[in-house]
């Protein structure tokens, strides 16, 4: 049997903590940092923030 290290991500909205198993197909790490956006979030903040190594949901 195959042991592998079960991974997680955690974000916070609205004053809650979330917690999900990170599950990759093609073995890419989780990602370490998460932040919310939704159409309020402007190209130029998503760019800076993709360009920064930050996941957006």
């Known amino acids: 049997m195959?042991?592998?290290?079960?991974k997680y991500v955690e974000w916070h909205e609205n004053d809650t903590s979330h917690l999900a198993r990170w599950l990759s197909a093609s073995d890419h790490p989780a990602p370490a940092r998460i932040v919310i956006v939704d159409d309020q979030?402007?190209?130029d903040e998503a760019?800076?923030?993709a360009c920064a190594g930050t996941s957006m949901l």
């Open 2 to 6: 195959l042991l592998t290290e079960k």
């Open 47 to 49: 760019y800076r923030l």
């Open 41 to 43: 979030t402007t190209a």
